[in-house]
Structure formats: C-alpha cells, structure tokens
C-alpha cells in the first residue's frame, strides 16, 4: 500500500509529534507513506473568512499536485492528518466539482500557474485508512504491549465527521474507538467526543475558547478517562497546552495525559519512545512507563 | 440600572437594506436561506451560541429581513469557530456555517470589522503569510496578532511559547514552498 | 362498435372550444389567437373562448352549437382529460352526439401552468388544438359497454378507518370482506388511552365499533390474514386471501384463556407487540383483553411444541373445546368483489434516525406512542407515569416534530403531533404534577375545539419553549443537572440558548407510510407519493378515489389526519363504493383491441404478448381474435402487429398519426 | 431590448420541436402533477397521450421524425410499475431496435430517449423535458439527408431476432 501524505503547516510546527507517529506507525505497519512535494497551506477557516474563492484555489493546487504525483495508481488517496486540513480539501474538492461557477473559476486560476486539474483525488483522514484499509485484524497483529488499563476517551473534534461524514457515523463517530479496543484499551463514554474545542478562538477570544476546552477535558476526567486521544493537531494543542493556564483561570483542576491516537498506537506497537514525540507532549501519558 | 440609556430599538423599513439577502443568498453554499424557518436547532446544538450576541438562527433572519447594519457589526460571525454542528443538525439542511463565512467575508470586504478584533486579525495575518510564503507559521502568526491586538499579552503567554520552543513544536523559521510564483499567479487570478 | 348516428356526418363539422379557466390558462396563453388560429384550421366550423368551459354556461355553449350548426366533432381545449374528458364526453352525449366524437387539448396542466413565456405558451397551445383538431377527424363512433358490478366489497386494514367504512358498507345491506394482517383489528387507536381534544375514552368508543363488526352479518372479519393477489378490474375483483395460522380454530375458541394459564412457560417472557416491548405474555396469547375476534393465538417462533416438536401440550389438555390444533396450516381463501378500500394505516417514525435525541440509549427517553401505553390504565404501568427506576418524573419535557419537518426525515408535517403532544402533557401533569415543557417549531391547532385545548394546557402553567431541541444528554454542567436529561435548545422567542434539566423526554414522533407500502402499491395497482402515502386521483376533487378505479382511500395509508378525518373519509370512502355498487354497473372506457381478419396473416406474435391472454386463435387457425371482454386496452399488440390488422379503439394508428401530424403542422 | 438580449437570443435562435408518448398512468399523471406543481420548464416538449408505453410504435417515432420533429421522448412507467403488468418492458424492448434502426438511417440515436417516471415524479418530467430539449438544441435541427444504403440483411436480421424474443412465430 503506498498513500500520498499532505501534512499541513501544523504538523511540521506545533503538531510535530502527530506526524512523526503516524509515520512511525505507518511503518510498522508496512505501509508506505510519500510526503506531496512542494504542498502549501490548505486554505484553512481563516482564509476562508477572507476569501472563499482563494481558500478553494490553495486547496486545488494540492490536489492538482497530488493527482500530478500518482498516475500509475489514479485515483491518488491523500492522507490530511489535520482535521481542518481533511475538512478543506474534502470541502473544496466538493465545490469544485459540484459548483460550476465555482470549478470554472478554479481551473481558470489553476491554469493561470500552468497547472490542472481533474477531480480524481481522494481527501482521506488516517484514520479511515486504518480502519478500512489496513483493518482491526492486522493491527491487533501489530500489538506488542496492550494497553490494559488505559481508559480513553476518544476525541474526534468537530471537521473529521462534520459537515461530511464519509467513513463514520455523524453524530456518534466510532472509528477512533475501534482502534483502541485492538490495542487492548478501553473507551469511555463521552458525550462530548465530536464537540468543537474553540478551535481558534483560544487565541484570539481566550475566554470562550479556553472554556470550550477546559469543559472537554473536565468532563473526560469525570467519566473516568485517564487520557484523551486526539486527531487534529489543533484539538490537541488547546486541550494540551492551557492546562496550567485553566488552574488560575478556573480555579479548577482539569489535568489529564492528551496524546495523539497515533502515538498511543505507537505505544501499543512497542515503538521507541523518541520516534513518536513523545518529549514533545506537555503531559506525558502516565502510562508510558507502566506499559514500557 | 439606568433608564435613561433606553435607545430606539424600531426599524423603519427605510434603515433596512433590501438587497443583503439577496447579495447573500447568491453566495456559494448560501442559496438555502430562505428556506430557514426559524426552529433554533442551530443555535441549540452550536457550542457558542451561549456566547454569541444573536444567535445563529438571528443572524439568519436578520439577513434575511435587511438587518445589514446590526449583521455585520454583530460578533456573533466572528465567534462561529466552523464547527459544522449546525450545519449538519440543520432539519432543512442550510450550511449554516457557509452563511456565516459569507457575512465574514462581506463584512471584510465592506471594511465593517472591528480592527483590533484579534479574530480578524489573525484571519488578514494569516491570508497575508500564506499569500507570501505559501504556508503559515504558528508561532509567528500568533506572535503577530498578539502584537496587533493586546501586546501586553506576549508576556503572558511567553512562558507557553518558551516551553513549545524548546518541544521543537515552533521556531522563528519560517517554511517557503519552492514555487511561490505558480501559487500567486493562481491566487492573483481570481483577483 | 361504432354505431350509425345521424348527426356523424361523413364530412368533419368541427366545433373548437378554448377555456380561460379564469386565469390559469388566459394569464399566460393568449386564447384569442388560439381561437383565431382554429378557426383558420381545415374543417373547423366554430372556434370560441369561455371563462370556464366546464361551467354550465360552457357546456349549453357546445350542446347549442351543436344543434346550431350541426357540429359533429368537439374539441375542449382546458384542462387535463384525466380531470375532465368525462365532462365534455357527457356534454356532447346530452346533445345528441356520440360521446368519443371528441377530443381534448390539455392546454393548463401541459402549457399554461409550465411555461414562463406566454408568446412560446401560446405556440404550444396551438400546436395542441392543431393536434386535437386533427386526430377528432378520424374519430369514430363508439359505443361504450358497462359492466356489472359486485356488490360486495373488500376492505384492507382494521383500523378505525376500516372499521367505520366497514360498518358504513355493511348498514347499507352490502357484503363487507375485512382483512387484517395483526390477530385483532382495533389498529393504532386501540393502543390509545384518551383522544383529544375532547379527552374521551379511546377504548370505551372503539371497542363497542369493534364488536359491532364481528357481529355484523354482513362483514366477514378475516384477522391474521393477507391479501395474497388481486386480479380483474372495477366491478369485478377477484381477490386471494391468505389466512396465516394461529394454531386455535377460530370458530371453537371461546376466548376463556385457560390454555394461556396452563401453558408450559409459567412466566409470561416473550416482548408484548401491544405494549410495545413493556409487558411481557406467553407463547399463547390474547393480544389485548378487547381484542377482535376475542380469541387466542399461538406464536410459532415461540411455543415449544411447533419449535422442537415435544411439550406437554397442557393447553391442549385444558381446552374443553379442543380449539387448539398444531397441525394448521396457512390456508386461502378466493373471494370476488366489486370495490376495494385501502385503510392499511400508518406506522411511527423510528427516532433512532436521530440519535441526537438518544432514544434507545438513555433509558428515559421514551416515544410519544410508548407514553400513550404508559397513561392507558390497561397499559403496563396500570396508567401509572414512572421512570425505568420506578420514581414518579418531577420534570418531563415533550420533544415535537421528531422526524417530521426535517429534510432529512420526512419533510411534511406530521398534522397530529402538535395535539398528542398537548394531550399527553396534560395527561402527565394531572397524573404526576410534573413541570412539563413543550418544545415546539409551530403550535398548529387548526381544528374544532382543538386552539381551545390550547388554551387550557396554557392554563395549566404547562411550559410551552419555542425551539427544536438540538441534543438530549446526559453531561451535566451544573450540579442541578446531575442525574438528569439534558434538553439544550434556543428559546427563540428570548433569543437565547438554554438547557432544561428533566427526568423524562417524551419524542413526539411523526406517522409515516408502512414499510411495505409500496408493495401494497403495486399489489393494488394504485400510485405513492415520494413519502409513500396512497395518492388520491384528486387533491381536492377525488381525495378518496385512486388513479385505478373501483380502489378507494380511507385514513392515514394517503396521508397523516386525525381521528375524525379519518373517520370522515372512511365514510366518504364507504359511500363512494356504494355508490358504484348501487348503480349496478361501470362503464368501461371502449379503448379495447380487436383484430381486422382480413388483414390478419395469423402470426400470432399478438397472443404471446398479450399480459391478459384475451387474444386466441381463431377456430380455423389462421387469424387471431380478441376476446374484448378480457382485453383491458394497454395497444401492446396493436404495437407489435406487423400487418396493422390489430387496432385499439380510441387509439388507433390512424388516430396517432393524425395527432402526431397536426402537432407538427403548426411551426 | 439590451444587447446582452440580443445575444441570448441567438444562441436560442433554434427551438427544437419534440414529440412525447406518455403513457396514461404513470408519466402523463405525472406530467399533470408538474402542472399542478408549477413546475416550469421547456415549452419545446409536445405530449401525445398513449394508454401504454407499450401502445408505442416505432413506426409513430419515425413518422414524427419524418414530419418535422427533432427528437422524440418516450415515457413509461418505473419496471414493476406498469399497469399492464409489463408493457413498459416491451416499450424497452421496441426502444432499443428502434435506436440500432436510425443508426443505420444516419440519425442521432439520442434524438430519441426513454424515461421511466412515475405519477409523483412531476420534478422528473421537468428535469427530463429540460434535459430532453437542451439536447437536442445541442445536436441542431434534425436534417433528414438521402439515407445511406441499409445494410438490409443485418436489418432483417437484427428483426427477426426482436420478433423471435417478443415470443411471436413468424410466417416469414
């Protein structure tokens, strides 16, 4: 199996420790993973707020280099780790196909950089190629230390499912949690697993993105979770990073091991701790020793 | 609690503008609302609603009624985080979140936002780096739009950027894709 | 069978007629010029406008014309000849000419209501007429045949609508076959405790209708039976009725239930379809204490002795009757009637679809129908409202349009739930005292008395929130929240959001069509609508009958109503098959098929493709006839007929050429 | 009138006459729910009620080509619908001879379409008789030229074999 890789500004920045695990999980997977050369920013809710249009253009020219990449197995799979990275490419994949003015418009533009392109990439999230590509059975192979006694609570965030559920339910997504039963783990039950986490409103209206978070993590701890397991590199960051932050904000304590579900495959797998930026995490999974 | 500060709140049918709707409902992603009718699933199921000044579902009907003033200057757009959870809760399946990136989108162009606001800082910062170097660096976008919008603040959160530095999880340098002259030419031809 | 008629010149004396009706056809097709431009058409005499031409005035204007200047050929330009070819057919009879010298332009349906540009919409008129004029040439005289009518009739489904219209049919002298596919008839009303807004008694006006039908010696009540296979055509249906087993002969059965107390399972465990799931019976059972027939059954999933083949059979022992028998086997039954009402019903959304409103996985969220079980003092509470935990609810909060209004569900409106919902409310705050909150998109209260039960549930402080709720949960943020539901909506008429902590969600789900409806659609020949529902010939002037005659429409299987519409249309219904019964006969449109025989070079590919064996070779074998009595006119064979010796009246070939040349005439 | 008018107009300078068969049960009743619907659409479409789509010879579509129209459409019931238990199959059937038969005649074989639509389906006549008529707008008038020599023992061969699945014997 051989997949393109589009990374997104994050995880070559603060989601760092996201792509070296998924790398190193998809290794150990057999599975070869090729970065998209010369890959620029997705456009992104920011952009979008600006100008739609040019958030589209961004999105089409990574998908006009990956099909450009993949002609021996068209259509090419694109890996976008990044939720807001898979939500755009998806979403500009869309329009540009279903909208006419829209698609016109963008291959015109695609066209002014001698570029173009046809439709035939598939945005995919790693997760999806996990599950449905690789499969439960061949990971539950891959385990050399089952995570017993770890209770997950997995978070999906708002842009894997929403607003376009490909591969798992909308409202009460599953995936995640499948990856960790194989690893031996246990999932709570958490009602919270899909709900926005301020995305970036934590640093622009700390207030009310900092509450959005601190509720998630407030109430994984309630229902019994010892580590909350994330996808997106900027769910991550704001469930991660604030913790301290949230003590003299709420006068509350909200502190809890936050791990991208890459990484605590990883663990599972037996993978060297470095390879899957583990030092780069705020709080390390307590659980790094008692498994390791 | 002070009466005197009672304010007009009527609207005479000269102050709205009859023509909003219109310019909104042709956007992309726009075109289903008129078709809202007004249940409030969206404000119920969006996780800011608590914060927002109108809700989603006033937002709608304010654009829809010509409310262009009020629409635009409200910072109910500016706090919608694109979560999606309206959009697809929505019982006559209107993207809501599109409407809301539409009136963003028009209160920019319109120069209506407010300027220290940090969310339409950080969304002009942002699109200005990618324009430049193709993709974005976080650490210095943040760095900037703090600088914008409340310096004092870099104190504050210097200690959280000390500690990322030194996770490697961000850096002054800045990444550059190779051929930045194919993607302005793209983005410069839709101008 | 055309016959000679004096007034069917050889020479075409057309008369052309253009409808304004009002302004659905003037506002967009200049009827002026289409007038003009018939008159300029070969053979037209007379072309004229009326505001409405299928108004009295309209008609006397054909039949003076006719005597006037001896038309011999009609042409309506109007509406579509579905709504009113009989109309004018009738109009010209009336006047002395045969009915099927005429010819219909459908010019509201096909031009004015569909098209935009009212110089292209007055070309497509005229090309019409020009078709119209045209083809009525070639007309010729026919006489139409009748056909007797059956006087009994069969109805399908047991519920109040097939109740009342059985009981309307049966009064009158005719003979009623009811079928019921459940073991008793009662449908989704028996299920009910009170019925609004008048708050009486569901069962105490029900039951007494039920039993009036098993004693009826007009209806013959078949219960646990299916309508296998429908043939023949209005006036003289021939149905085949399967009757599943019970295992209990009904006619010995007294309904004592001795067997269900002596049976091997001394604890009733098997799920109660009646209580939905809440109560539990044995193997052999009574569906309800006032089921109809009062008789018991036996599941054959269930019971040991038709399972693994060995039990003690106590039941058999203790039956004085000997009613129960083991070895019973589905039979049929083959009955022939004259009319057929539809009264299949309607079945609950299921709000699994919307998980949001965690049905199935919060424990005290609950259907609307669930709680009507609930409230019913023969339910499997005994009326009393608790939760799964036995408490009484302090707080119960009543979610409306669940799976209706919602694209993605069921884009109509359900019409009943806003009034169920404000029943069951009150009927939980008088037996709980509990807070009770409404949330709601629109109250709809259109009815007699219905606004003014409004009024008293406003009386009764019930909380009425203006909202759709977005999430049922169970994730408390504050302490009064612990343990309790949590309903988040916008109260849009403050404008903010709020989230309502109760013990119990009560989701008022919407009616939809069975399942199986499209089965029983094409079973019964009849059209849906994208939802599902029965469609009505007419919305407004034929709500009862169908596109197929002599199959009429009763209750919910066309559409969501209440209790007295469906009630209402039972009746209408009933008095519409009566009324096809007491005139004795049906006229059949004569757009049969027959074969010329010296045209016919006896190939026979007629008779292979003929789907109703109506064409035979002729004794000596070298031609083909058609038995026009079985023909039911669809022109397969006339289509396929290489020598052109078959022909179908009404259609012929020549008849479709002229139409096809006359429309292409005019550029 | 304003240039941009002007400029519409001829593009749409040719309108394309069509000629529909609909059967009585389920395609007319829906073209009449389009009407009752207000469902606008194309006012190109000229329809000729049949009681069945299996009424429907293909000799009228030739006869209708012949006199002028540029595309034919054809409507029936969904299969399993038809209220002759399966004259819609043999529409079907007579639908694709008849499109291998103008082949041979040098005419578009998409001048001439065949839709299943049943009585509630009124947006489906709309989007088929919008369709249908930007189609055939799109291929131009339909110019009956000299007909280029038949393979006529291919022909003959191609209707035997049609007459043979329809069941009938042929006395040749």
Request: aromatic share 8%; net charge neutral; hydrophobic share 40%.
């Amino acid at each position: 199996m051989r997949y393109l890789y589009y990374p997104g500004c994050s995880l070559k920045g603060t989601g760092r420790a996201y792509e070296e695990s998924m790398l190193a999980v998809f290794q150990a997977l057999d599975v070869l993973v090729e970065e998209l050369p010369d890959w620029n920013c997705c456009g992104a809710t920011a952009y979008m707020a600006v100008d739609e249009l040019k958030a589209f253009a961004l999105a089409a020219r990574n998908l006009a280099l990956a099909e450009r990449m993949d002609t021996d197995t068209p259509p090419a799979d694109l890996i976008a780790p990044c939720n807001a990275c898979y939500l755009v490419l998806n979403k500009a994949q869309r329009y540009i196909t279903e909208n006419e003015s829209i698609g016109n418009k963008i291959h015109t533009a695609l066209a002014a950089g001698d570029m173009t392109y046809s439709g035939g990439v598939h945005v995919r999230h790693p997760l999806d190629i996990l599950l449905h590509d690789i499969g439960v059975e061949r990971i539950k192979t891959a385990v050399k230390k089952p995570l017993e006694g770890m209770r997950v609570a997995c978070y999906y965030g708002c842009q894997i499912v929403r607003p376009y559920a490909t591969f798992d339910d909308q409202y009460n997504p599953t995936s995640m949690n499948q990856l960790m039963w194989a690893l031996g783990a246990e999932t709570v039950d958490w009602p919270l697993k899909t709900r926005c986490c301020g995305g970036s409103l934590t640093g622009t209206i700390e207030e009310l993105g900092h509450r959005l978070s601190f509720i998630l993590v407030k109430e994984a701890i309630n229902r019994g979770a010892n580590i909350i397991a994330t996808s997106c590199p900027l769910c991550h960051f704001n469930l991660e990073c604030y913790q301290k932050q949230w003590q003299t904000r709420y006068h509350d304590d909200a502190h809890m091991a936050v791990a991208y579900f890459t990484q605590i495959m990883g663990m599972a797998f037996g993978i060297e701790e470095k390879r899957l930026g583990m030092r780069r995490l705020f709080v390390p999974p307590a659980y790094i020793a008692a498994v390791s | 609690m002070d009466f005197r500060k009672a304010k007009r709140k009527i609207k005479y049918e000269s102050e709205l503008d009859s023509h909003f709707a219109k310019e909104i409902v042709e956007k992309a992603g726009c075109e289903d609302l008129f078709h809202c009718i007004q249940c409030g699933t969206c404000g119920g199921a969006c996780p800011i609603s608590a914060y927002m000044d109108y809700t989603p579902r006033r937002i709608v009907a304010m654009t829809r009624e010509g409310l262009k003033q009020d629409v635009l200057e409200s910072y109910s757009i500016w706090l919608c985080a694109s979560c999606y959870s309206c959009a697809v809760e929505c019982p006559k399946q209107i993207k809501i979140t599109d409407i809301m990136y539409a009136l963003k989108q028009k209160a920019i162009e319109e120069g209506r936002y407010p300027r220290r606001f940090p969310v339409t800082v950080l969304a002009r910062e942002f699109f200005k780096s990618v324009f430049a170097k193709g993709r974005n660096n976080e650490g210095i976008l943040m760095t900037k739009v703090l600088l914008k919008t409340n310096p004092l603040k870099i104190f504050k959160q210097a200690l959280l950027g000390l500690k990322l530095w030194r996770q490697g999880r961000i850096g002054l340098h800045s990444d550059v894709i190779q051929n930045r002259d194919e993607l302005r030419k793209i983005l410069s031809a839709l101008d | 069978m055309p016959i000679s008629s004096e007034n069917n010149g050889k020479i075409p004396r057309i008369g052309v007629y253009i409808c304004h009706c009002g302004l659905n056809i003037a506002s967009v097709v200049n009827t002026q010029q289409v007038a003009e431009f018939a008159r300029g058409l070969p053979h037209v005499v007379i072309a004229r406008e009326n505001k409405f031409m299928c108004s009295d005035p309209g008609q006397d204007m054909i039949q003076d014309d006719i005597c006037e200047h001896k038309l011999n050929r009609i042409v309506v330009a109007s509406c579509s000849p579905l709504l009113h070819e009989r109309t004018f057919r009738k109009t010209a009879q009336d006047a002395g000419l045969n009915p099927f010298y005429f010819q219909m332009a459908n010019i509201r349906e096909h031009v004015s209501w569909v098209t935009l540009d009212n110089a292209l919409g007055t070309d497509k008129a005229k090309a019409l007429v020009a078709a119209a004029v045209q083809r009525v040439q070639s007309h010729e005289a026919l006489d139409s045949q009748q056909s007797p009518v059956n006087p009994a009739v069969l109805i399908v489904g047991g519920g109040i609508a097939g109740i009342f219209a059985a009981l309307v049919i049966a009064d009158a002298g005719r003979k009623v076959y009811l079928v019921e596919r459940e073991p008793t008839i009662g449908g989704h009303m028996a299920m009910f405790d009170k019925t609004f807004p008048t708050l009486d008694c569901s069962a105490c006006i029900l039951t007494p209708k039920m039993s009036d039908v098993k004693n009826h010696p007009n209806i013959v009540l078949w219960t646990y039976s299916e309508v296998e296979e429908v043939k023949g055509y209005a006036g003289q249906f021939k149905i085949k009725v399967k009757r599943k087993p019970r295992y209990v002969k009904e006619d010995d059965c007294v309904g004592c239930m001795l067997c269900v107390e002596a049976c091997v399972f001394k604890k009733p465990r098997f799920a109660d379809e009646f209580n939905l799931g809440f109560s539990f019976r044995k193997p052999i059972y009574m569906p309800f204490p006032q089921a109809t027939p009062p008789i018991v059954l036996i599941d054959p999933n269930q019971c040991i002795q038709l399972t693994k083949g060995k039990c003690k059979r106590s039941c058999m022992n203790v039956c004085e009757k000997n009613a129960i028998d083991f070895s019973m086997k589905e039979t049929f039954e083959e009955i022939e009637v004259g009319a057929i009402i539809l009264a299949t019903g309607y079945q609950t959304f299921d709000p699994r679809r919307i998980p949001q409103y965690g049905y199935g996985k919060y424990e005290d969220v609950y259907t609307s129908l669930e709680m009507e079980r609930f409230t019913n003092a023969a339910g499997p509470t005994q009326g009393k409202i608790v939760r799964r935990n036995g408490e009484t609810p302090k707080s119960v909060g009543i979610i409306h349009c669940v799976g209706s209004r919602d694209k993605k569900n069921h884009s109509y409106c359900s019409r009943v739930c806003c009034m169920y919902s404000l029943k069951l409310a009150h009927l939980i705050k008088e037996r709980t005292g509990a807070e009770i909150y409404n949330f709601y998109i629109d109250m709809r209260t259109p009815g007699k008395g219905y606004d003014e039960f409004y009024d008293r549930l406003l009386d009764e402080k019930i909380h009425f929130i203006r909202g759709r709720v977005a999430e049922v949960t169970d994730w408390a943020r504050r302490p009064e929240e612990e343990g309790k539901l949590v309903l988040r909506v916008e109260d849009t008429l403050v404008g903010i959001a709020r989230r309502i902590p109760v013990d119990m969600v009560v989701l008022s789900v919407g009616l939809e069509a069975r399942e199986d409806a499209d089965e029983i659609r094409r079973q019964f020949n009849i059209s849906c609508s994208h939802d599902g529902w029965f469609t009505e010939r007419h919305p407004k002037l034929a709500p009862v009958s169908t596109t197929t005659d002599g199959i009429f429409l009763a209750g919910t299987c066309q559409g969501p109503k209440d209790i007295p519409d469906t009630v209402a249309q039972a009746g209408a219904a009933a008095c519409e098959a009566l009324s096809m019964i007491d005139k004795g006969f049906v006229q059949l449109e004569p757009n049969t098929a027959h074969i010329e025989e010296n045209r016919c070079s006896g190939c026979r590919v007629c008779i292979a493709l003929c789907p109703f064996s109506a064409i035979t070779p002729s004794e000596n074998g070298l031609t083909s006839t058609v038995n026009e009595a079985l023909c039911k006119g669809c022109g397969t064979c006339v289509a396929a007929c290489p020598s052109g010796a078959a022909q179908q009246r009404l259609f012929t070939d020549e008849q479709i050429y002229q139409e096809i040349e006359g429309l292409l005439s005019y550029v | 009138m304003s240039e941009t008018d002007v400029n519409n107009n001829d593009l749409h300078l040719f309108e394309p006459r069509i000629v529909a068969f609909f059967c009585n049960w389920c395609t007319y009743t829906a073209a009449d729910l389009a009407g009752v619907s207000r469902l606008r659409y194309a006012p190109n479409v000229r329809v000729i009620r049949v009681m069945c789509s299996g009424r429907l010879d293909p000799q009228f579509v030739v006869s209708a080509l012949r006199q002028g129209a540029d595309g034919v459409l054809i409507g029936g019931c969904h299969p399993g619908d038809c209220h002759y238990q399966e004259g819609n199959f043999k529409a079907l059937r007579r639908y694709k001879l008849l499109k291998r038969l103008l082949r041979t005649m040098g005419i578009e074989e998409e001048r001439v379409r065949l839709e299943w639509i049943a009585a509630s389906e009124g947006d489906k006549v709309q989007r088929v008789m919008n369709e249908m008529t930007e189609q055939i707008r799109a291929l131009g008038p339909l110019c009956l030229t000299p007909i280029p020599q038949p393979d006529f023992e291919s022909l003959q061969e191609e209707v035997l074999t049609v007459v043979r699945e329809e069941g009938g014997v042929c006395h040749g």
